[in-house]
């Protein structure tokens, strides 16, 4: 049974325009949620994370939401660039800085 | 600068011969781990291990042995691999456990088992 979900395999959006991934858990042990980007032949590169103690954390372009009524996360990029196009993956932990549990990967497009 | 470096990167080999990958990080992270990348499936973890000589289970340790004799290296051995265990490794190390810290990456081991 797949604990983390990211249901679009795939997400294309145009430049400037804002980007969103979901991401859901089945888990409600989870308390640390991470965001992954991987480009080909690269390992993958942390983007950003939140605790679930927090509902919304920020770095730049980058906001993730946590909603854990609905055991739901999101990735919201904006604005969106072209260096964006990635394999983004969401995780999800029990114990912060231990076993990841990633979900499969959606691949965003961005077209200029 | 901070590393975690895997070797080799690519490896072609034939069913049942033994190899090893390996995996050291320059950062003094306690925490260090495996996992396989297929395509559907995302990234599962294959093995972790907390601490010098403390190694466990993920979700994927059919096949696979580790073994963390020094806090820097992690390597995984596949005894007898199998057309199956052809895939895209990826090496993962925290600096500390209970901690709200993010894993870094090593930058893959593509193996493909003929």
């Known amino acids: 049974d797949q604990q983390v979900k990211q249901n679009s395999p795939s997400l294309s959006v145009q430049e400037g325009r804002i980007s969103i991934l979901n991401c859901d858990y089945t888990?409600?042990?989870?308390?640390?949620f991470l965001w992954y980007k991987k480009y080909p032949a690269e390992g993958p590169t942390f983007l950003i994370s939140?605790?679930?103690?927090?509902d919304k954390n920020e770095d730049g372009r980058f906001t993730v939401f946590l909603n854990k009524s609905a055991k739901h996360l999101s990735l919201h990029i904006v604005p969106s660039q072209p260096g964006d196009s990635a394999v983004y993956f969401c995780?999800?932990?029990?114990?912060?800085?231990?076993?990841?549990?990633f979900g499969k990967g959606t691949t965003l497009s961005v077209s200029s | 600068e901070a590393q975690v470096t895997q070797n080799p990167r690519y490896l072609i080999t034939v069913t049942g011969k033994k190899l090893t990958v390996t995996c050291s990080q320059n950062?003094?992270?306690?925490?260090m781990s495996w996992y396989r990348q297929d395509p559907g499936l995302g990234l599962r973890q294959i093995y972790y291990?907390?601490?010098?000589?403390?190694?466990d289970k993920g979700d994927v340790p059919e096949g696979y042995k580790v073994s963390r004799k020094e806090k820097r290296n992690f390597p995984l051995i596949l005894e007898s691999p199998s057309p199956n265990q052809t895939s895209l490794y990826f090496c993962?190390?925290?600096?500390?456990?209970?901690?709200?810290?993010?894993?870094?990456f090593g930058q893959g081991t593509r193996l493909t088992v003929v």
């Open positions: 995780a999800a932990s029990i114990q912060a800085g231990t076993a990841l549990i």
């Open positions: 888990n409600s042990m989870f308390d640390y």
């Open positions: 939140i605790s679930s103690i927090k």
């Open positions: 950062m003094n992270h306690e925490y």
């Open positions: 291990s907390m601490n010098v000589e403390v190694t």
């Open positions: 993962a190390t925290v600096p500390r456990t209970g901690g709200n810290t993010e894993a870094f």
